[in-house]
């Protein structure tokens, strides 16, 4: 599994670049939730758009090895709300 592992020197993510965008208009975790009356799933849909994101930087590289399984991996997997 392709897991986005966050270090002083990790690349800005688009899981990250939306959360933090959302949050700069004060659409939070906690209001989306109060609206909805239901956990969000954001945290998870968060990580699988980073993981997304390391995912294509790493085919845009040129390293495709197993890259069709990856993807497989990541898009297949369901929010824990639905499980």
């Known amino acids: 599994m392709v897991n986005p592992v966050r270090t002083p020197k990790s690349p800005f993510l688009l899981g990250d670049a939306i959360e933090k965008a959302l949050s700069a208009i004060n659409i939070t975790?906690?209001?989306?939730?109060?609206?909805?009356?239901?956990?969000?799933?954001?945290?998870?849909?968060?990580?699988?758009?980073?993981?997304l994101s390391l995912w294509a930087a790493r085919v845009?590289?040129?390293?495709?090895?197993?890259?069709?399984?990856?993807?497989?991996?990541?898009?297949?997997e369901t929010p824990p709300e639905e499980k």
């Not at 209001?31 to 699988?48: F, Q, T």
């Not at 845009?60 to 297949?76: D, F, P």
């Open 29 to 51: 975790k906690e209001r989306v939730e109060a609206v909805l009356g239901r956990p969000c799933g954001c945290g998870w849909r968060r990580d699988m758009l980073n993981r």
């Open 60 to 76: 845009g590289r040129g390293k495709t090895e197993k890259a069709a399984e990856y993807l497989e991996e990541i898009i297949g």
